[in-house]
């Protein structure tokens, strides 16, 4: 039980950290009703996205894409985070992580509520202050971490554990 302690201490003081970073680039309330491209690879080994919420609509998508320099992105929801049915969040030009997966090098930390719609597919880890809900056949190829509400998974969703590699 010690050890369990002390290790949720040192995430804490991670959380903390992270969130400490100052932004390269930020939106306030971001709606997603296309397909459409975040390109962070000019920000260094490390880019930190802002936003205040995070709405992808249904059939649409966010790909993140860096450089194979990014060791990790860092992309901070300052409110909810809705993903709608068949939409997605996935990652480009990233060297895989030491799981061989480019969803260990992207992290979500999430103020609000999380909700994945039906078929909704995420790559990368996501920590929510509130509840995480995933839909029915909704995919996360990373980790879903709530630090105080619940984690419910879908009749039929599929976690592939990729945790964040810098976490």
Do not use: M
């Not at 491209?37 to 966010?62: K, M």
């Not at 993140?64 to 992105?73: E, F, G, H, N």
Request: charged share 20%; with cysteine; net charge positive.
């Amino acid at each position: 039980l010690q050890q369990c302690l002390v290790a949720a201490e040192r995430a804490d003081q991670r959380r903390v950290a992270l969130e400490a970073l100052p932004a390269h680039v930020s939106f306030n309330n971001k709606i997603v009703e296309s397909q459409e491209i975040l390109d962070v690879s000019a920000f260094g080994t490390l880019p930190v996205v802002d936003i205040g919420s995070l709405v992808i609509r249904r059939n649409w998508s966010l790909q993140i894409k860096a450089s194979p320099a990014t060791q990790a992105v860092l992309v901070r929801v300052n409110g909810r985070l809705v993903i709608g049915q068949n939409g997605k969040i996935l990652t480009a030009g990233f060297l895989p992580g030491p799981r061989g997966a480019a969803a260990e090098r992207v992290l979500f930390l999430v103020d609000g509520k999380v909700n994945l719609g039906a078929f909704a597919e995420v790559e990368g880890t996501i920590i929510a202050a509130e509840s995480i809900r995933t839909r029915r056949f909704s995919r996360v190829k990373g980790a879903l971490i709530s630090t105080s509400g619940d984690v419910r998974l879908g009749r039929y969703a599929w976690l592939e554990h990729f945790p964040w590699v810098f976490w």
